[in-house]
């Protein structure tokens, strides 16, 4: 029989997509113990959060110089 494909919507531009993401690491995160609402990200909009977060990397590192 033919598979239906279930689209998912990505919490962030609200696009409906067969996949999301849902990244959760970084230095001091801990997911486990701190409570936080639980979003999922299409592609671009995964993409997009991951340049801003080196970025906010980048800057507080220069910061720290």
Not at 15 to 38: G, M, Q
Not at 41 to 58: F, Y
Request: proline share 2%; aromatic share 6%; glycine share 4%.
């Amino acid at each position: 029989g033919k598979k239906e494909t279930i689209m998912l919507k990505c919490d962030f531009c609200g696009a409906e997509t067969e996949f999301v993401i849902r990244v959760a690491i970084d230095k001091d995160y801990d997911r486990l113990t701190v409570r936080h609402e639980k979003r999922y990200a299409c592609l671009p909009c995964s993409e997009k959060k991951e340049r801003e977060r080196q970025e906010r990397l980048k800057k507080a590192a220069a910061e720290n110089k």
